[in-house]
Protein backbone atom coordinates (compact mmCIF):
# COMPACT_ATOMS: atom_id res chain seq x y z
CA UNK A 1 0.00 0.00 0.00
CA UNK A 2 1.42 3.38 -0.91
CA UNK A 3 0.29 6.44 0.84
CA UNK A 4 -1.56 9.08 -1.23
CA UNK A 5 -0.06 12.06 1.32
CA UNK A 6 1.27 15.23 0.05
CA UNK A 7 4.51 14.29 1.67
CA UNK A 8 6.15 18.06 0.67
CA UNK A 9 3.94 19.26 3.26
CA UNK A 10 6.11 17.72 6.06
CA UNK A 11 9.26 19.29 7.49
CA UNK A 12 12.46 18.59 5.01
CA UNK A 13 14.28 16.67 7.85
CA UNK A 14 11.23 14.38 8.33
CA UNK A 15 10.43 14.36 4.64
CA UNK A 16 14.06 12.75 3.44
CA UNK A 17 13.59 10.44 6.52
CA UNK A 18 10.41 9.28 4.90
CA UNK A 19 11.81 8.49 1.39
CA UNK A 20 14.75 6.65 2.97
CA UNK A 21 11.81 4.31 5.17
CA UNK A 22 10.09 3.67 1.61
CA UNK A 23 13.49 2.74 0.37
CA UNK A 24 14.61 0.92 3.15
CA UNK A 25 10.59 -0.80 3.01
CA UNK A 26 11.63 -1.60 -1.04
CA UNK A 27 14.37 -3.49 -0.75
CA UNK A 28 12.35 -5.66 2.16
CA UNK A 29 10.55 -7.04 -0.75
CA UNK A 30 13.44 -8.14 -2.05
CA UNK A 31 15.43 -9.45 1.14
CA UNK A 32 12.64 -9.93 3.69
CA UNK A 33 14.74 -8.96 6.39
CA UNK A 34 12.03 -7.08 8.61
CA UNK A 35 12.92 -3.20 9.60
CA UNK A 36 12.53 -1.55 13.19
CA UNK A 37 11.70 2.08 13.56
CA UNK A 38 12.93 3.75 16.83
CA UNK A 39 11.25 7.61 17.02
CA UNK A 40 13.29 9.42 20.00
CA UNK A 41 11.83 11.91 21.68
CA UNK A 42 13.96 14.12 23.95
CA UNK A 43 11.90 15.72 26.88
CA UNK A 44 12.59 19.00 28.90
CA UNK A 45 14.29 20.75 25.91
CA UNK A 46 11.87 23.86 26.55
CA UNK A 47 12.22 23.51 30.10
CA UNK A 48 16.69 23.28 29.27
CA UNK A 49 16.47 26.57 26.87
CA UNK A 50 14.19 28.49 28.92
CA UNK A 51 16.71 27.88 32.03
CA UNK A 52 20.20 28.04 30.05
CA UNK A 53 19.39 29.32 26.58
CA UNK A 54 18.95 27.92 23.04
CA UNK A 55 21.98 27.60 22.34
CA UNK A 56 22.73 25.31 25.24
CA UNK A 57 19.59 23.27 24.30
CA UNK A 58 21.30 22.90 20.96
CA UNK A 59 24.53 21.87 22.32
CA UNK A 60 22.79 19.53 24.12
CA UNK A 61 21.06 17.99 21.24
CA UNK A 62 24.66 17.34 19.35
CA UNK A 63 26.00 15.88 22.81
CA UNK A 64 23.08 13.29 22.10
CA UNK A 65 23.75 12.93 18.55
CA UNK A 66 27.34 12.14 19.21
CA UNK A 67 25.99 9.74 21.85
CA UNK A 68 23.64 7.94 19.35
CA UNK A 69 26.71 7.86 16.49
CA UNK A 70 29.15 6.11 18.78
CA UNK A 71 26.32 3.14 19.14
CA UNK A 72 25.29 2.44 15.90
CA UNK A 73 26.02 0.27 13.68
CA UNK A 74 26.96 0.19 9.81
CA UNK A 75 23.60 -0.23 8.28
CA UNK A 76 21.30 1.71 11.09
CA UNK A 77 20.46 5.17 9.94
CA UNK A 78 19.76 7.92 12.32
CA UNK A 79 18.43 11.04 11.25
CA UNK A 80 16.99 14.91 13.06
CA UNK A 81 13.35 14.67 12.08
CA UNK A 82 12.29 17.91 13.79
CA UNK A 83 10.58 19.18 17.24
CA UNK A 84 13.24 17.58 19.63
CA UNK A 85 12.37 14.41 17.84
CA UNK A 86 15.04 11.72 16.69
CA UNK A 87 14.40 8.60 14.18
CA UNK A 88 16.63 5.20 14.00
CA UNK A 89 15.90 2.93 11.66
CA UNK A 90 17.28 -0.78 11.91
CA UNK A 91 17.14 -2.67 9.46
CA UNK A 92 16.96 -6.12 9.29
CA UNK A 93 16.21 -6.93 13.01
CA UNK A 94 15.02 -10.57 13.83
CA UNK A 95 12.36 -9.86 16.08
CA UNK A 96 10.88 -7.26 18.81
CA UNK A 97 13.37 -8.10 21.37
CA UNK A 98 15.89 -6.67 19.05
CA UNK A 99 14.73 -3.03 18.46
CA UNK A 100 13.85 -3.34 22.12
CA UNK A 101 17.48 -4.24 22.93
CA UNK A 102 18.51 -0.65 20.78
CA UNK A 103 15.92 0.98 22.78
CA UNK A 104 17.86 0.07 26.29
CA UNK A 105 21.26 1.50 24.23
CA UNK A 106 19.87 4.55 23.37
CA UNK A 107 17.97 5.54 27.07
CA UNK A 108 21.40 4.29 29.02
CA UNK A 109 23.28 7.37 26.89
CA UNK A 110 21.02 9.28 29.57
CA UNK A 111 22.63 7.56 32.58
CA UNK A 112 25.58 10.07 32.74
CA UNK A 113 24.41 14.18 32.40
CA UNK A 114 25.25 16.32 29.58
CA UNK A 115 28.06 18.73 30.23
CA UNK A 116 26.95 21.98 28.55
CA UNK A 117 28.90 25.37 29.34
CA UNK A 118 29.77 23.42 32.88
CA UNK A 119 26.00 22.35 33.42
CA UNK A 120 25.64 18.95 34.05
CA UNK A 121 22.37 18.78 32.25
CA UNK A 122 20.09 15.40 33.35
CA UNK A 123 18.24 14.74 29.36
CA UNK A 124 15.86 11.95 29.35
CA UNK A 125 13.96 10.63 26.10
CA UNK A 126 11.30 8.39 25.32
CA UNK A 127 11.10 6.43 22.56
CA UNK A 128 8.10 4.36 20.20
CA UNK A 129 8.33 1.17 18.51
CA UNK A 130 7.35 -0.24 15.46
CA UNK A 131 8.41 -2.90 13.65
CA UNK A 132 8.40 -3.83 9.81
CA UNK A 133 5.90 -5.36 8.23
CA UNK A 134 4.73 -7.01 11.95
CA UNK A 135 2.62 -3.54 12.91
CA UNK A 136 2.51 -1.88 9.77
CA UNK A 137 1.91 -2.30 6.13
CA UNK A 138 4.05 0.96 4.68
CA UNK A 139 6.22 4.12 5.15
CA UNK A 140 3.12 5.93 6.66
CA UNK A 141 1.87 3.50 8.91
CA UNK A 142 4.89 2.31 10.15
CA UNK A 143 5.75 6.23 11.57
CA UNK A 144 2.75 6.64 12.58
CA UNK A 145 2.40 3.42 14.40
CA UNK A 146 5.80 3.89 16.17
CA UNK A 147 4.28 7.88 17.11
CA UNK A 148 1.33 5.98 18.65
CA UNK A 149 3.71 4.13 20.80
CA UNK A 150 5.75 6.86 21.82
CA UNK A 151 2.37 8.47 22.79
CA UNK A 152 1.79 5.38 24.71
CA UNK A 153 4.68 5.70 26.78
CA UNK A 154 4.70 9.47 27.55
CA UNK A 155 0.81 8.77 28.65
CA UNK A 156 2.21 6.17 31.05
CA UNK A 157 5.70 7.46 31.58
CA UNK A 158 7.35 4.48 30.42
CA UNK A 159 11.07 4.80 28.74
CA UNK A 160 10.13 3.28 25.54
CA UNK A 161 6.59 1.18 24.27
CA UNK A 162 6.57 -1.24 21.38
CA UNK A 163 3.29 -1.07 19.60
CA UNK A 164 0.40 -3.21 20.18
CA UNK A 165 -3.10 -3.32 18.63
CA UNK A 166 -4.77 -2.37 21.77
CA UNK A 167 -2.40 0.31 21.74
CA UNK A 168 -4.35 3.53 20.30
CA UNK A 169 -6.95 4.23 22.56
CA UNK A 170 -5.27 3.78 25.86
CA UNK A 171 -4.75 6.87 27.10
CA UNK A 172 -8.13 8.13 26.30
CA UNK A 173 -9.28 5.28 27.44
CA UNK A 174 -7.45 5.70 31.18
CA UNK A 175 -8.43 9.69 30.43
CA UNK A 176 -12.77 8.75 30.84
CA UNK A 177 -12.08 5.86 33.11
CA UNK A 178 -10.67 8.22 35.51
CA UNK A 179 -13.01 10.95 35.46
CA UNK A 180 -15.81 8.22 36.56
CA UNK A 181 -13.23 7.06 38.88
CA UNK A 182 -13.35 10.78 40.48
CA UNK A 183 -16.87 10.49 40.22
CA UNK A 184 -17.64 6.83 41.90
CA UNK A 185 -14.84 7.41 45.00
CA UNK A 186 -12.70 4.71 43.50
CA UNK A 187 -9.77 6.75 44.67
CA UNK A 188 -8.12 5.99 47.65
CA UNK A 189 -5.63 8.41 49.30
CA UNK A 190 -2.36 6.52 51.41
CA UNK A 191 -0.58 8.39 53.57
CA UNK A 192 3.16 7.90 54.11
CA UNK A 193 5.13 8.99 57.68
CA UNK A 194 7.29 11.84 57.81
CA UNK A 195 9.51 11.43 60.51
CA UNK A 196 10.92 14.25 62.29
CA UNK A 197 14.87 13.45 62.96
CA UNK A 198 15.65 14.55 66.04
CA UNK A 199 12.62 13.30 68.30
CA UNK A 200 12.17 10.30 65.88
CA UNK A 201 8.51 10.73 65.94
CA UNK A 202 6.41 10.94 63.38
CA UNK A 203 5.00 14.23 63.30
CA UNK A 204 3.24 14.80 59.48
CA UNK A 205 2.14 12.29 56.35
CA UNK A 206 2.13 12.51 53.35
CA UNK A 207 -1.32 12.26 51.40
CA UNK A 208 -0.10 9.61 47.80
CA UNK A 209 -3.23 8.94 45.65
CA UNK A 210 -4.06 5.22 44.03
CA UNK A 211 -6.88 4.54 41.90
CA UNK A 212 -8.60 1.16 42.94
CA UNK A 213 -9.98 0.37 39.31
CA UNK A 214 -12.54 -2.32 38.67
CA UNK A 215 -11.15 -2.58 35.09
CA UNK A 216 -7.80 -2.35 36.04
CA UNK A 217 -7.30 -3.35 39.60
CA UNK A 218 -4.54 -1.61 41.85
CA UNK A 219 -3.41 1.58 39.82
CA UNK A 220 0.07 3.51 41.03
CA UNK A 221 0.21 7.79 40.59
CA UNK A 222 2.99 7.17 37.94
CA UNK A 223 0.47 5.75 35.66
CA UNK A 224 -2.98 8.09 35.62
CA UNK A 225 -0.92 11.11 36.94
CA UNK A 226 0.33 11.96 34.03
CA UNK A 227 -3.34 11.61 31.95
CA UNK A 228 -4.71 13.58 34.49
CA UNK A 229 -2.27 16.41 34.24
CA UNK A 230 -2.50 16.25 30.33
CA UNK A 231 -5.95 17.06 30.71
CA UNK A 232 -8.32 19.32 32.71
CA UNK A 233 -9.21 16.08 35.33
CA UNK A 234 -6.27 16.98 37.33
CA UNK A 235 -8.59 20.05 38.74
CA UNK A 236 -11.05 17.85 40.54
CA UNK A 237 -8.51 15.23 41.12
CA UNK A 238 -6.26 17.48 43.44
CA UNK A 239 -9.69 18.89 45.04
CA UNK A 240 -10.99 15.09 46.08
CA UNK A 241 -7.30 14.93 47.05
CA UNK A 242 -6.88 17.94 49.26
CA UNK A 243 -11.06 17.54 50.65
CA UNK A 244 -10.26 14.06 51.70
CA UNK A 245 -6.60 15.09 53.44
CA UNK A 246 -7.89 17.37 54.91
CA UNK A 247 -10.92 15.34 56.33
CA UNK A 248 -8.10 12.44 57.65
CA UNK A 249 -6.24 15.34 59.32
CA UNK A 250 -8.83 16.12 61.82
CA UNK A 251 -9.08 12.61 62.69
CA UNK A 252 -5.34 12.16 62.86
CA UNK A 253 -5.10 15.40 64.91
CA UNK A 254 -7.54 14.11 67.62
CA UNK A 255 -6.31 11.15 67.72
CA UNK A 256 -2.57 11.98 67.88
CA UNK A 257 -2.49 15.91 68.43
CA UNK A 258 0.28 17.93 66.51
CA UNK A 259 -0.08 16.42 63.16
CA UNK A 260 0.12 17.90 59.43
CA UNK A 261 -0.90 16.73 56.10
CA UNK A 262 0.84 17.08 53.04
CA UNK A 263 -0.75 17.33 49.71
CA UNK A 264 0.75 17.24 46.13
CA UNK A 265 0.00 20.19 43.84
CA UNK A 266 0.55 19.62 40.19
CA UNK A 267 2.27 22.80 38.34
CA UNK A 268 -0.52 22.55 36.27
CA UNK A 269 -3.36 23.61 39.02
CA UNK A 270 -0.94 26.42 40.53
CA UNK A 271 -1.76 27.93 36.80
CA UNK A 272 -5.33 27.30 37.32
CA UNK A 273 -6.95 30.83 38.04
CA UNK A 274 -8.89 30.14 41.15
CA UNK A 275 -6.75 27.73 42.67
CA UNK A 276 -6.30 29.58 45.63
CA UNK A 277 -9.89 30.08 46.63
CA UNK A 278 -10.42 26.65 46.03
CA UNK A 279 -7.76 25.67 48.28
CA UNK A 280 -9.06 28.75 50.92
CA UNK A 281 -12.70 27.08 50.66
CA UNK A 282 -11.73 23.36 51.43
CA UNK A 283 -9.57 24.68 54.47
CA UNK A 284 -12.76 26.52 55.43
CA UNK A 285 -15.40 23.42 55.03
CA UNK A 286 -12.65 21.12 56.88
CA UNK A 287 -12.65 23.76 59.72
CA UNK A 288 -8.73 23.37 59.19
CA UNK A 289 -5.59 25.54 60.14
CA UNK A 290 -3.68 26.25 57.49
CA UNK A 291 -0.62 26.07 58.72
CA UNK A 292 -1.32 22.19 59.36
CA UNK A 293 -1.50 22.02 55.64
CA UNK A 294 1.46 21.74 53.63
CA UNK A 295 1.50 21.40 49.99
CA UNK A 296 4.15 19.92 47.51
CA UNK A 297 5.01 21.92 44.57
CA UNK A 298 7.96 20.76 42.41
CA UNK A 299 10.18 23.08 40.28
CA UNK A 300 8.70 22.85 37.21
CA UNK A 301 5.73 24.34 38.52
CA UNK A 302 7.91 27.78 38.31
CA UNK A 303 8.99 26.76 34.56
CA UNK A 304 5.88 28.47 32.67
CA UNK A 305 4.84 31.75 33.51
CA UNK A 306 7.32 32.14 36.71
CA UNK A 307 5.71 35.82 37.65
CA UNK A 308 2.05 33.81 37.95
CA UNK A 309 3.14 31.18 39.98
CA UNK A 310 5.32 32.87 42.33
CA UNK A 311 2.03 35.43 43.13
CA UNK A 312 0.33 32.24 43.69
CA UNK A 313 2.54 30.70 45.99
CA UNK A 314 2.31 33.90 47.44
CA UNK A 315 -1.19 33.88 48.21
CA UNK A 316 -1.02 30.32 49.37
CA UNK A 317 2.15 31.77 51.82
CA UNK A 318 0.06 34.59 52.79
CA UNK A 319 -3.11 32.47 53.75
CA UNK A 320 -1.01 30.79 56.14
CA UNK A 321 -0.11 27.30 54.21
CA UNK A 322 2.80 25.41 54.09
CA UNK A 323 4.83 25.35 50.88
CA UNK A 324 7.30 22.72 50.01
CA UNK A 325 9.43 22.20 46.78
CA UNK A 326 9.55 18.38 45.95
CA UNK A 327 11.92 16.28 43.96
CA UNK A 328 14.69 19.02 44.79
CA UNK A 329 17.29 18.65 42.58
CA UNK A 330 15.92 16.93 39.82
CA UNK A 331 14.30 20.13 38.31
CA UNK A 332 15.95 23.12 36.16
CA UNK A 333 14.71 25.84 37.97
CA UNK A 334 17.47 28.81 39.25
CA UNK A 335 18.74 29.37 42.08
CA UNK A 336 18.16 32.55 42.29
CA UNK A 337 14.25 31.68 43.12
CA UNK A 338 15.94 30.43 46.17
CA UNK A 339 15.96 34.02 47.65
CA UNK A 340 12.34 35.00 46.44
CA UNK A 341 10.41 31.91 46.85
CA UNK A 342 7.87 31.87 50.20
CA UNK A 343 8.79 28.41 50.76
CA UNK A 344 8.69 26.53 54.04
CA UNK A 345 10.32 23.40 53.56
CA UNK A 346 13.11 21.40 50.71
CA UNK A 347 12.63 17.81 49.61
CA UNK A 348 15.52 15.93 48.63
CA UNK A 349 14.43 14.49 45.65
CA UNK A 350 14.69 10.38 46.61
CA UNK A 351 17.08 10.03 43.69
CA UNK A 352 19.84 11.62 45.48
CA UNK A 353 18.96 10.10 48.78
CA UNK A 354 19.06 6.75 47.80
CA UNK A 355 22.37 6.39 46.43
CA UNK A 356 24.06 8.86 48.41
CA UNK A 357 25.68 5.91 50.95
CA UNK A 358 27.56 4.60 47.66
CA UNK A 359 27.23 7.65 45.73
CA UNK A 360 30.03 10.35 46.23
CA UNK A 361 28.19 12.80 43.81
CA UNK A 362 24.98 12.13 45.45
CA UNK A 363 26.33 12.52 49.03
CA UNK A 364 27.52 16.21 48.41
CA UNK A 365 24.74 16.91 46.72
CA UNK A 366 22.64 16.02 49.99
CA UNK A 367 25.18 17.52 52.24
CA UNK A 368 24.74 20.83 50.08
CA UNK A 369 21.22 21.11 49.95
CA UNK A 370 20.65 20.87 53.81
CA UNK A 371 23.18 23.51 54.31
CA UNK A 372 21.39 25.92 51.18
CA UNK A 373 18.08 25.05 52.97
CA UNK A 374 19.12 26.08 56.26
CA UNK A 375 20.47 29.11 55.69
CA UNK A 376 17.62 30.54 53.86
CA UNK A 377 15.72 29.07 56.80
CA UNK A 378 13.94 26.42 55.42
CA UNK A 379 13.36 22.78 57.07
CA UNK A 380 14.68 20.29 54.53
CA UNK A 381 13.11 16.79 54.18
CA UNK A 382 14.45 13.78 52.85
CA UNK A 383 12.72 11.36 51.14
CA UNK A 384 13.72 7.83 49.88
CA UNK A 385 15.28 6.65 53.22
CA UNK A 386 15.32 2.67 52.61
CA UNK A 387 18.01 1.56 55.35
CA UNK A 388 19.27 2.85 59.11
CA UNK A 389 22.82 3.82 57.44
CA UNK A 390 21.06 6.56 55.70
CA UNK A 391 19.06 7.61 58.32
CA UNK A 392 21.37 8.05 61.20
CA UNK A 393 23.88 9.99 58.28
CA UNK A 394 21.18 12.11 57.47
CA UNK A 395 20.27 12.98 61.20
CA UNK A 396 23.68 13.69 61.60
CA UNK A 397 23.79 16.15 58.70
CA UNK A 398 21.30 18.01 60.25
CA UNK A 399 18.30 16.95 57.69
CA UNK A 400 15.04 17.60 59.88
CA UNK A 401 12.59 15.06 58.71
CA UNK A 402 12.68 11.89 56.65
CA UNK A 403 10.57 10.20 54.62
CA UNK A 404 11.22 6.44 53.48
CA UNK A 405 10.34 2.65 53.20
CA UNK A 406 12.74 2.00 55.97
CA UNK A 407 10.26 4.11 58.47
CA UNK A 408 7.29 3.46 56.45
CA UNK A 409 5.53 2.63 53.03
CA UNK A 410 2.67 4.80 52.14
CA UNK A 411 -0.28 2.47 53.51
CA UNK A 412 -4.33 3.42 53.92
CA UNK A 413 -5.69 5.40 56.64
CA UNK A 414 -6.67 3.05 58.71
CA UNK A 415 -3.43 1.09 58.63
CA UNK A 416 -1.45 4.07 59.84
CA UNK A 417 -3.32 3.80 63.13
CA UNK A 418 -2.01 0.60 63.05
CA UNK A 419 1.39 1.61 62.54
CA UNK A 420 1.20 4.79 64.75
CA UNK A 421 0.90 2.18 67.58
CA UNK A 422 3.21 -0.73 66.78
CA UNK A 423 6.20 1.43 64.83
CA UNK A 424 9.05 3.03 67.04
CA UNK A 425 8.50 5.84 65.06
CA UNK A 426 4.68 6.27 65.90
CA UNK A 427 2.76 8.25 67.98
CA UNK A 428 0.53 6.26 70.45
CA UNK A 429 -3.11 7.27 71.04
P1 LIG B 1 6.35 12.30 45.28
O1 LIG B 1 5.40 13.37 45.73
O2 LIG B 1 7.79 12.68 45.19
O3 LIG B 1 6.12 11.10 46.29
C1 LIG B 1 7.12 10.25 46.76
C2 LIG B 1 7.08 8.93 46.05
O4 LIG B 1 8.23 8.19 46.46
C3 LIG B 1 5.88 8.08 46.40
O5 LIG B 1 5.57 7.28 45.25
C4 LIG B 1 6.44 7.18 47.50
O6 LIG B 1 5.76 5.95 47.61
C5 LIG B 1 7.85 6.96 46.98
N1 LIG B 1 8.77 6.62 48.08
C6 LIG B 1 8.80 7.13 49.33
N2 LIG B 1 9.78 6.60 50.04
C7 LIG B 1 10.41 5.71 49.23
C8 LIG B 1 11.53 4.83 49.42
O7 LIG B 1 12.14 4.74 50.49
N3 LIG B 1 11.89 4.08 48.34
C9 LIG B 1 11.23 4.13 47.16
N4 LIG B 1 11.65 3.36 46.16
N5 LIG B 1 10.18 4.97 46.93
C10 LIG B 1 9.78 5.74 47.98
P2 LIG B 1 4.09 7.23 44.70
O8 LIG B 1 3.12 7.17 45.81
O9 LIG B 1 4.09 6.16 43.67
O10 LIG B 1 3.92 8.65 44.02
C11 LIG B 1 4.66 9.00 42.89
C12 LIG B 1 4.40 10.44 42.51
O11 LIG B 1 3.05 10.60 42.06
C13 LIG B 1 4.55 11.42 43.66
O12 LIG B 1 5.90 11.70 43.85
C14 LIG B 1 3.75 12.61 43.13
O13 LIG B 1 4.54 13.34 42.22
C15 LIG B 1 2.64 11.94 42.34
N6 LIG B 1 1.43 11.92 43.15
C16 LIG B 1 1.03 11.02 44.07
N7 LIG B 1 -0.16 11.39 44.61
C17 LIG B 1 -0.50 12.55 44.02
C18 LIG B 1 -1.65 13.45 44.15
O14 LIG B 1 -2.56 13.26 44.95
N8 LIG B 1 -1.63 14.56 43.36
C19 LIG B 1 -0.62 14.82 42.48
N9 LIG B 1 -0.68 15.93 41.76
N10 LIG B 1 0.45 14.02 42.35
C20 LIG B 1 0.51 12.90 43.11
MG1 LIG C 1 5.43 14.72 47.12
MG1 LIG D 1 9.23 13.65 45.69
Redesign the pocket.
Known amino acids: MTSDRDESAKPPSRAAFFNELQEAIGQFKQTGRALGLLIISLRRIREINITFGYQAGDRLLQAFVGRVRGILRHADSFRDIGGNDFALLLPSVLNAGHAILAANRVQSLFEQPFVIDGHAIRAQAVIGIALYPNHADSAESLMQRAEMALSHALAVNKPYEIFQDELPATSLVIESELQRAIENDELV??Y?PKIDMKSRRCSSS?????WISPERGFV???LF?PV??ATDL?IP??LW?LNTALRNLAEFREKWGEMTVA????PR?LHEPNVVDLIQQAINVWDAEPGHLVL?V?ESAMMHDPQHALAQLQRLHDMGVMLSI??FGTGYSSLAYMKTLPIDEL?I??AF??HMMDDEGDAMIVHSTIDLAHNFRHKVVA????DELTFETLANLGCDVG????MG??MPAEQLELWMQESPWGIKA
Open positions: LYQEALVRGPNIAEILTTVNLSCETDDKDQVREGIEQGYFKP
